[in-house]
């Protein structure tokens, strides 16, 4: 019965499938601690409500252009959704304070929902930011305006492999910088700054990576924080995706042998132009290894899936590689013949990885991929760097160092100890178990 619920939590989603997945994960996570959980959602990108029975939902009018998930909310529409969302989600919480089975103890918003916060000081809850990358790249973002008044800005490309002052393992090149859009980056700036104001902060990572960027967040915002990682472990595994996926590729991968395929995707929001995606196919093909790859439909400028490969791509790959739309990631992550990931270093996929125990290939896009890209190569040590422009013989001489080379079987070793010390946290007694614990108690604590 959900009046018999320890309180209700609204959790305001942002609609990007990276930013979705783990607030979804995060709800289904304190439904099982005993609270009734809302989702308050854009009319673009809604969760699928018959994957998520258990939650309600409420719908947003958000005013965005879109209608199918291929596009992306743009800037603008990060600033037009925290303006119009605001009156709303206050009309619909006091509405249902009124005829409610059980009180609304607390927001937790995506840090991009800002707006979430104001309505819950309105209501005079707890209002709790969910950041959905990872402590290393908060904490790198946060130094950003110090190293501004240092003046390391605009830094020179000649700066780009060396070493941030007071940051390492990055150099100038993995620092998280919108170069082209120095506009947002002042927002996001700006935003990154209030979250001192907030009740707390919850992260989807695992004590043990992130120590010392956690103590660091703490320190910096004096406000509690939990990791609650990896929450692809902790939630059931029920379906987030925006885009139909395609399941075929269990079956394929059934019959492949243990760790002999590579699994390609770049997740949600990665473009790519012909040329890459040419060479990527050359890449995988002449590499010899078996390949899952992800080709996300209107993922590759100009054309609509995969019409720019050669037209007898599926004789020359034969039964070696199969190519899909979309894939089950995290069933595809578990299967035991995948043996490395080349990804564009996501935070989702990145801690999907690390708990399955595979290495991985990391070519990052942008942003807090950087970040993320150089902690597994340079901190964790489970992946290979390949950056840059993308060409067919640098390709293939990574996939065969990861997948059959000395240097991808003790990364593939360190990854199986990250898997185990990952399982551990979840466990009773472990960090991300204990800190669950902490968070519900502060949830009840500052409420009833
Ligand atoms: C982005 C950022 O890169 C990420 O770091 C940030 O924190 C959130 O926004 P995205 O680029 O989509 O997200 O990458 P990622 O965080 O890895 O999320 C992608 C999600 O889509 C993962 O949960 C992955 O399992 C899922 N996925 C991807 C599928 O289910 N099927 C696929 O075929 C590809």
Redesign the pocket.
């Known amino acids: 019965m959900e009046n018999q619920r320890l309180g209700r939590l609204v959790l305001v989603i942002y609609p990007?499938?990276?930013?979705a997945?783990p607030v979804l994960q995060l709800g289904d996570v304190l439904h099982s601690k005993g609270f009734a959980i809302t989702i308050a959602h854009t009319r673009f990108n809604p969760p699928n409500p018959s994957n998520h029975p258990h939650f309600s939902f409420l719908l947003l009018p958000d005013n965005l252009p879109y209608s199918d998930t291929s596009q992306t909310p743009s800037v603008d529409d990060f600033e037009a959704i925290n303006r119009d969302c605001h009156a709303p989600l206050q009309e619909l919480l006091e509405l249902k304070e009124q005829r409610v089975d059980c009180q609304v103890v607390g927001i937790i918003f995506d840090s991009l929902m800002y707006f979430a916060a104001t309505v819950a000081d309105h209501i005079k809850i707890p209002r709790l930011v969910f950041m959905?990358?990872n402590a290393a790249f908060y904490q790198a973002f946060a130094a950003i305006p110090r190293l501004m008044a240092e003046g390391f800005f605009p830094f020179q490309d000649s700066m780009l492999h060396e070493i941030v002052p007071q940051q390492y393992p990055l150099r100038f090149k993995d620092l998280p910088v919108l170069r082209e859009n120095m506009d947002m980056m002042q927002k996001l700036i700006d935003l990154a700054s209030n979250f001192q104001k907030f009740s707390a902060i919850i992260l989807n990572t695992v004590d043990f990576l992130e120590q010392s960027s956690l103590l660091q967040l703490q320190q910096q915002y004096q406000v509690p924080v939990f990791q609650v990682g990896p929450l692809s472990k902790l939630a059931p595994a029920i379906s987030t995706?925006f885009l139909k996926?395609d399941s075929n590729c269990i079956a394929w991968l059934d019959n492949q042998t243990a760790n002999s395929v590579l699994y390609v995707?770049k997740?949600?929001?990665?473009m790519s132009d012909s040329k890459e995606l040419t060479e990527t196919f050359w890449g995988l093909a002449n590499s010899g290894q078996s390949f899952l790859w992800?080709v996300r439909p209107g993922s590759v400028s100009g054309s609509e899936w995969t019409e720019v490969l050669p037209k007898d791509f599926k004789e020359i790959i034969g039964e070696r590689g199969l190519i899909v739309k979309?894939?089950?990631?995290?069933e595809v992550l578990t299967h035991s013949a995948v043996g490395g990931f080349w990804s564009?270093c996501?935070?989702?996929?990145?801690m999907?990885s690390l708990s399955e125990g595979v290495p991985m290939i990391c070519s990052p896009q942008f942003f807090?991929?950087k970040v993320?890209a150089r902690y597994i190569t340079h901190e964790w040590k489970v992946g290979l760097e390949l950056d840059g422009e993308l060409e067919r013989g640098g390709i293939e001489r990574c996939i065969r160092t990861l997948m059959v080379g000395k240097n991808g079987a003790e990364m593939r070793e360190r990854a199986t100890e990250l898997k185990q010390m990952t399982s551990v946290s979840i466990h009773e007694g472990g960090s991300s178990y204990n800190s669950l614990i902490e968070l519900t108690e502060f949830l009840l604590a500052n409420n009833i």
Do not use: F, Y
């Not at 979309?326 to 995290?330: D, G, L, R, V």
């Not at 996501?346 to 990145?350: E, F, Q």
């Open positions: 990007l499938q990276g930013h997945t959905t990358s995706s996926e995707s997740g949600s929001l990665s992800v979309w894939a089950p990631q995290k564009h996501g935070w989702n996929s990145t999907e807090d991929q993320i």
